[in-house]
């Protein structure tokens, strides 16, 4: 009878989930809002609703929530999409997450809690909900707006910070019995692991990909794909680490394959299934009553939480140069929290370092900042006029002071020989060495596990050992070579460049950096090797079987190391050359109109920087039209005529090749950009324009782009063709209009054509 209760209780979850997930949508709230209901009402807690009582069997069901809720997660974070968003964006969010971190320890204090309990309450408020903060944004009219956009680019990045976070506390309470570790050698064991991880799985998974995508079967690869999954978070798990982590990393690795769009669309089923087990299962845990007996924590809580956040993530946003305007309105949209406050409060809980009574104060708190910021962002102009009429003149003269030095230090950071010549040499650097951390640290876990297992039943441990470890340190041979050549060169390139500047012999400086080098090199070494799973006499034979093996493979070495540096590269080169092919899927659906699209970069001093789109007339001066505005990371698609132009925006222009020339030079010299944006949202569809009373009204006066979204490129009539037309343009019945946009949006373009009725603005007209 247990697999048929098991049954009931799935059963009972997924409809439960389901109602309260539809009636949450009709009242504008968060889905998880209604599973977090759901499972609180059905929950052994709440009689006599208690319809689950097994709460164990659909936590261990819950667990498989969690690893396809990070995967999806990953899928959405991939490496490019990350270069994208710029560097500012990235330290902006570690910096507010850090300021958070200070905050609500300082809080911690105050209250009398303990280091460690404070560590988990600072981890809860470090993450927003990015669903919640996208919806606001869209509700607001801010998706074109910078500040939106910052506030995306930002929620986004704090799952990272999120990952990290469970990571560490994870491994903190695992090693809680032996004394925990310091924070910065949790985070560089972190690091070891995700490198270690994330190279071994780049040479593997994009093979194994290519493979199921040429036998041409999705439920091979799906089937697969899952297994692959659950055996990279099981990695995690027993390398001290969480399921999180593991499932998070392999989507953020998929992300980057060319077979990402077939894995996501395979995997969404289940991962809509099994993350709402997920949040069904949290409420579960939840007793009313805590909640009502902890409702002062739950208010002044809130409070904190949304005044912290909003001041950390504005004064981040400040930091690396965003107007303080723009700073402030992205950190109000921040303020909601998410799935990960759940996640973390869960470890917390279960790791007893939390009082029970938290799984109720997270999600009472996180209700109420999901229900607060809406309300608050409405009001944001207003408040934000107020804050800086009380803010002192002297913090504006400071930091525009501030701003002119970061715009300055910028350019003359670009400036420096010495930098561009050896960034890409000292990255590779930290990579390899992270790589070779990683493989030392927890080659010891692998070798108790071979050990355990049939294959070295036979073997004498002491035999198993010295061949483990001599062929670890075969594999440590590679990166250690390329990371001394790599200083080498460094050197080198310092040492030429100091000569010109000094009198000192370049000779000699090379030879001391060379120097500091080797020292540094051998610390490191000393500090990662385990000494203790061989004697001293094995460590010696170890040493002169590696140092025969460099002598006389020396060369041999360099070839293997290098065609492993070109397998990595090559993945990142697949992606790039299928993003940057001139075949863009809408773009095919043009046909004979001869347009092309080409994407460009606008630098920090091009002369449409700060302006919109309608003060460029981009499309009556040059004939084409800016389809899209890449924005760390996000695009936006079919942008408004008073969307503004910045500084590192990639541009997308549609028109023929010389009406996009005269748009580059006349929009102030653009950059060619390297590859495409991801433009898979956005479609190109030919729509005969109905009889009804829209006919001779012009563009401008349809309000088209405002009603519904879409852009219209093109208009064919009776053989003639008007390529990105102009506002003035008259629309009759039976004319082929060329539209661009989400399919959303052109679904709803062609269902407003057939009940048009006349813009406000224009009745009468």
Same mark, same amino acid.
């Given at each position: ?41 059905? *929950? ?24 396809? %809720? ?5 899928? *959405? ?74 506030? =995306? ?9 999120? +990952? ?31 490198? =270690? ?122 930091? +690396? ?53 809406? %309300? ?74 071979? =050990? ?14 010295? =061949? ?55 610390? $490191?070494?000393? &500090? ?64 004979? $109109? ?39 990371? &996000? ?17 997308? %222009? ?112």
């Amino acid at each position: 009878m247990d697999g048929i209760s098991f049954i009931q209780d799935l059963a009972i979850v997924l409809l439960g989930a389901g109602i309260a997930g539809v009636l949450c949508k009709r009242i504008g709230l968060s889905v998880i809002v209604g599973y977090l209901v759901a499972g609180i009402i059905i *929950g052994p807690h709440t009689p006599p609703f208690s319809y689950v009582r097994d709460i164990e069997r659909i936590q261990t069901l819950s667990q498989l929530g969690l690893v396809f %809720l990070m995967f999806g997660i990953g899928l *959405g974070l991939s490496l490019t999409r990350l270069q994208k968003m710029g560097l500012s964006t990235l330290v902006a969010t570690g910096l507010g997450a850090f300021l958070v971190l200070n905050l609500t320890q300082l809080l911690g204090k105050v209250a009398g809690w303990e280091a460690e309990k404070s560590l988990f309450v600072a981890a809860m408020f470090m993450v927003s909900s990015s669903a919640v903060i996208a919806k606001i944004i869209k509700e607001l009219n801010l998706l074109h707006e910078r500040s939106g956009q910052l506030a =995306l680019g930002v929620t986004v990045l704090e799952d990272i910070v999120a +990952v990290v976070m469970l990571a560490v506390l994870g491994a903190q309470v695992a090693s809680a019995e032996a004394g925990s570790p310091a924070i910065g050698t949790l985070l560089v064991g972190l690091l070891a692991f995700v490198v =270690l991880l994330g190279i071994t799985c780049l040479l593997i998974i994009p093979r194994l990909l290519q493979r199921l995508d040429g036998k041409a079967d999705p439920e091979l690869q799906t089937i697969i794909v899952a297994g692959v999954l659950f055996f990279v978070a099981l990695t995690a798990v027993k390398s001290g680490y969480s399921l999180a982590l593991g499932a998070f990393l392999l989507g953020a690795i998929v992300a980057e394959m060319p077979q990402r769009g077939g894995v996501e669309k395979s995997f969404a089923g289940m991962r809509d299934i099994f993350s709402s087990v997920f949040f069904v299962s949290i409420g579960m845990m939840i007793e009313v009553k805590l909640m009502l007996g902890v409702w002062f924590w739950i208010l002044a809580l809130t409070v904190f939480t949304m005044a912290a956040r909003a001041l950390s993530t504005g004064l981040a946003l400040m930091v +690396v140069g965003t107007p303080p305007r723009e700073a402030r309105r992205a950190g109000l949209a921040l303020m909601p929290l998410g799935e990960f406050t759940f996640v973390i409060a869960g470890l917390g809980v279960g790791a007893q370092v939390l009082p029970p009574e938290f799984y109720s104060v997270a999600v009472g708190v996180s209700i109420l900042t999901v229900l607060l910021t809406p %309300l608050i962002n409405r009001w944001a102009e207003p408040l934000l006029v107020k804050i800086e009429r009380a803010e002192p003149r002297l913090f504006h003269r400071a930091l525009a002071i501030y701003h002119n030095w970061l715009a300055q230090l910028a350019c003359a950071h670009a400036g420096r020989v010495w930098w561009q010549l050896s960034k890409k040499r000292l990255a590779q650097v930290a990579l390899e060495m992270l790589f070779i951390t990683g493989l030392l640290i927890f080659s010891e876990r692998l070798l108790g596990a071979f =050990l355990q297992s049939p294959l070295a039943v036979t073997w004498r441990p002491e035999t198993a050992g010295l =061949l483990f470890w001599a062929a670890i340190g075969i594999m440590v041979l590679f990166p250690l070579i390329a990371i001394w050549r790599n200083l080498a060169a460094t050197a080198m390139i310092f040492a030429e460049l100091a000569t010109k500047r000094s009198r000192v012999p370049g000779p000699l400086v090379e030879n001391c950096l060379k120097g500091l080098n080797a020292v540094g090199l051998g610390y $490191w070494l000393a &500090y990662i090797l385990p000494y203790e799973s061989l004697p001293r006499w094995a460590w010696i034979v170890i040493a002169v079987v590696l140092v025969l093996i460099f002598c006389i493979f020396y060369r041999r070495l360099i070839k293997l190391h290098s065609r492993w540096q070109s397998d990595l590269r090559d993945v990142f080169a697949e992606v790039k050359h299928l993003e940057a092919s001139p075949a863009t899927p809408w773009l095919e659906k043009t046909g004979s $109109w001869g347009l092309s699209v080409q994407e460009f970069l606008v630098p920090a001093r091009a002369a449409c920087v700060g302006r919109s789109i309608a003060d460029l007339r981009v499309r009556s001066e040059f004939g084409c039209t800016i389809v899209e505005i890449d924005r760390q990371g &996000y695009a936006i698609i079919a942008p408004e005529s008073t969307q503004a132009i910045y500084p590192g925006d990639r541009l997308l %222009l549609l028109g023929r090749p010389e009406q996009i020339a005269a748009a580059r030079t006349g929009l102030g010299q653009l950059q060619e950009a390297e590859g495409f944006s991801n433009f898979d949202q956005a479609r190109l569809e030919r729509i005969v324009v109905p009889p009804g009373p829209h006919q001779g009204g012009s563009l401008a006066d349809l309000q088209i782009r405002r009603q519904t979204g879409v852009l219209v490129v093109g208009i064919e009539r009776s053989g003639e063709r008007i390529e990105n037309p102009e506002g003035g343009q008259i629309i009759d019945e039976g004319d082929e209009l060329l539209v661009l946009g989400t399919p959303e949006q052109v679904r709803h373009f062609k269902r407003w054509f057939t009940d048009f009725q006349w813009p406000q603005a224009t009745q009468g007209g």
